[in-house]
């Protein structure tokens, strides 16, 4: 086993209090957008069949989820095995 040496913790605690202490805490940690291309698009048309309604949103919902999970199939994941 090997044990850190006693010495390495004062120098811990002063890099700890020096970054609480200074500006570079208020940074923001924004993780950057992920973005996935799976297939081809389904056409708006085949979606919302041109209604002006929210009356398709449902069904539009059914189709991207059908249409995601036969691709994911095909391709093989583990997911949801």
């Known amino acids: 086993m090997a044990f850190a040496l006693p010495l390495a913790w004062p120098w811990r605690a ?16 924004i993780p950057s957008t992920i973005r996935m291309r799976i297939g081809a698009p389904l056409p708006p048309d085949m979606l919302f069949d041109g209604a002006a309604d929210d009356a398709p949103l449902g069904r539009a919902l059914v189709l991207v989820e059908a249409a995601v999970q036969a691709l994911v199939q095909a391709a093989g994941s583990p997911v949801g095995r």
Not at 14 to 29: A, D, K, N
């Open 14 to 29: 002063l890099l700890v209090y020096l970054w609480l202490g200074s500006p570079f805490i208020f940074l923001p940690w």
